[in-house]
């Protein structure tokens, strides 16, 4: 039955030599790894304006200028993406170019930092979009947790289904998106430039503002980069791509950025020129489209569009961190069941994590997670500082044609984005320490992690240990609780193995029945030795262990290997189960924990 | 650690052979048990004036012709259980009764019923007494909930240490509530006679009162009876008393009818002596001793041991559940588990159920059980009724001397107990019906658990079936993941078992795979046979299992046996567990569930 909703839910199972076909286009790429980016859009500005409005309205002009370094940030990034893309065209993005540049531990920061930031980008905008939609039907508000919950698990069945099935559902809201708001963008240009809008609603860009500070003007900076979270995406996912991947990859990023710029710039200059102040009633967006079109149709699809891609920038999370996971893992640095396609070939474990861990957050936040935007504006800018420095690395050692200026281009970058990460520690530390507290041990884990998996494979390699120890004979302990037809069977299987010696045990609890049953064993035992272990505690496990430990240590002498033989009931039905004692379950897992010890189960199938 | 806690809550694990010094004396015995009987007359004269107040106050005086009538019960019902003690010096009560002389299904109806109204002793007494305590400190009342749950959990760890340690402590509350009851009617009996209480405040004895009806009299009658809950716990305790069992048990039975008539006439008398009306604030025993002692140290002492002793009638349910479960247990009605003794000799199975179920109730109740009273009266006069027509059955099969009047008590004991309990479904249905879709259900799973049992006992005995089929010869299957010490090992283990043949199975998911293996194992394989088997879904345990139904087809031709070798890494600590892909345990599942296939475990012990 489970199998059945699975195959209904998810599709069925691909062949691996279907992978080339779930390869990405451009038009799909751009859809898909773009949603977190294009969605910030809508509250980026916001952001810079909360700062500066606790100055006075007056300040409003900054937004200019500081929407200009915004960009200069955003055009930095983008560029140095490019380069890394063409770098890297196997993909890994932060991790990757950390690790091979600035070593394993920068690596593991940015590695651990994006993963962490992934669940925070699906939870943060699942939240967000989940507003958007209780917003316009407050009746549907208390159900916020359980709609966005909702929300996670509809992505996390797209995206088990597969990347491209996936990508073409994903495609329309994310293009209807952009188209929306190029057109509130375009009329909203036209009615200023035909002078429909009066000039004296907002104060002239240069007016002297009392109180204003550079720590202010960081602060809002810092605020308004929040808007490029999830520039990386396309750099972490170039594998996704057709050939030629790096080309493909490449100009998407590029098309990306413009389009960010575009909305980005033109959403602030109308928020500067119509003198919005934001409320919380409604957001920046909001009030433009509403004095733009009023309430109408068009006002209604900009609010709708918003939700969606919202909702769907969450899924940028999935198609990143479960790559970014499968470089982990090869690095033996979490465990390896990341590396295990799933049916449909996504990376399923992947998802399913991502899903669980960001439903946690969802649910422990009850849907409330703006307080983590800052957080997870730290955990994206933190990464890009690293990748950006281990480009600069990369270029001073390699000084390929033209490294000046592509150093250029990521020195800028490195530096800006160093700048953005501390002003959030220096102006919104008590949102963002968790970070120099879960980072570190994160990476403590990851290390515990590696040092397991490379010890394992020490151990199991035939070239470095010596041989193993030739097995001289065997041993054979059967355990026996009665003379029925499950221990004829034992017996009869332990005799076909011609072993060295068999021993049957057992284990009466009283005097008397010690008795009874040696007497009936010379009867039927078929000259088997036996050993009674008289247990008066009617501990079974305890002098069990006892007895094979005596066993094992003269077996050992003569290199002689000790095998158990358990036989073990299968009932017909599962619920049966609860009417047999589960000794023979105990006694393997106690085994298989002691050394040197083999443990055959001879099942016993109940017909009825 | 966790061996620790429980040897400092349970104490040492006691020898099989020292059960006979856990045996109960009769002093002991009587507070062990009665406690659940004599607590209920804190509510039972209560639950006659509720229903008589419901028409008018002169119609107090019907609760002394009630009392008369409970108290001929009370005689019927001791008498009866006398005459079972004797006759069933085993234990067993209702439940062997009713089977022996019945038949199977009666006794199944009388030992469900009594299974389940143990439970419902723990959660009501454990409450009722809880609610005595908060009553006194309200301050606590909102933590009602956790305090009962508390009290439950120590009694339960008191039964976990064994009957008479238990018992030592339980034994002074017991007599303390006797004794302050006994002060309590010896003041107010002297007070009356001396002239000291007003005769005007009661309607005299047969003072006519308008709107009195049969019905309304039978009601009252069924509820004063639930005071009688409890009166057979002895009888099926016997098997807990000092030799000679049976006459201390009988002893102990008529000590405690005699204390429980006293104190239930007395409790009436004085109630309707002292015009005592119910009301919500305080019970019927605190308005009498708040009359005759004021609120003083008396009144204190009198509610203390009020409160004490109802939660310590659970007790009760804990000396009386595990004993009738494992007779149920020994007739195949209910998994064998029960029938197991604890390291202190208790049947620690049947405590911990008892514990948990009535943790539940009073967890879904919230602590306000009293409306399982009705519930919990039909399910204790249903075995009464049952028992005692078994007993009238025994008498006219068997007719020993003096069987005419033995017949005459338990005939008149069988009449009332049906009449209570066909009251309590005409008048409280209600709250009784659950009863007769509860049981039913409860019977039903009863049947199939012995029916499963019949099933399996049938197919293990020796006598009755064909001989095993020989095994013939070994075929050794070993699924190999790669070239490691862990295969070696496995590899050198199969070798040594002389099999008739060994295959390797290698399962790759992609076709180049496949020859670098194949061409791998030519080199190391020791010659042992290689088969490859391409999994293009990625699946492992799929393709394994149809090569081991195509091996085992043809084995099953020559007799011979399949053996599945599968290694089994065993990390040192627990957490790496989640580092390693659980394939062996998922491949042992379900190969244990196919028939005829032998799993053998070869454990891998990592060092590090």
Redo the contacts between chains.
Sequence with gaps: MFATIKRILIGR?????ELGEQKLNKKKALAILSSDALSSVAYGPEQILLVLVTVSMSAFWYSIPIAVGVLILLTALILSYRQIIFAYPHGGGAYVVSKENLGKYPGLIAGSSLLVDYILTVAVSVSAGTDAITSAFPGLHEYNVPIAVCFVILITILNLRGVTESASILAYPVYLFVLALFILIGVGLFDILSGGVSPERHAPIGTPVAGISLFLLLKAFASGSSALTGVEAISNAIPNFKTPAPNNASKTLMAMGILLAILFSGIVFLAYYYGVTPIEEATVVSQIAEQTFGRGFLYYAIQGTTALILVLAANTGYTAFPLLAVNLAKDKFI???FM??G?RLGYSNGIIILAILSIVLIVAFHGKTEQLIPLYAVGVFLPFTLSQSGMMVKWMRQKPEGWVAKLLTNTIGAIISLIVTLMFFLTKFNQVWTVLVFLPLIILLFRK?NK??E??G?????TT?E??I?????VIILPVAG????V??SL??A?????NQIIAVYIP??REDEAVFEEKWKKWGQEVRLVTLLS???SIIQPLMKFIDTVERKAKEANY?V?VIIP????KKGW?H????QTSFYI?ARM????????????Y????
């Design positions: 199972p691909l062949k691996s030599t465990p390896r069941m295990i396609r049916d992690i397991h998996y010890a394992v020490e151990q199991l390699r035939l240990c041989p193993a030739p097995i001289e004979g065997n003379i029925t037809h499950v004829e069977h009869n299987y005799k076909s193995l011609g072993a609890f009283e008066p505690y009617r290997q095998t073990q009931f299968i009932p049966h609860f009417l047999h004692n393997r298989l924990y002691r050394k040197d010890v083999i443990v055959t189960t001879v099942p199938h109940l017909k009825k």
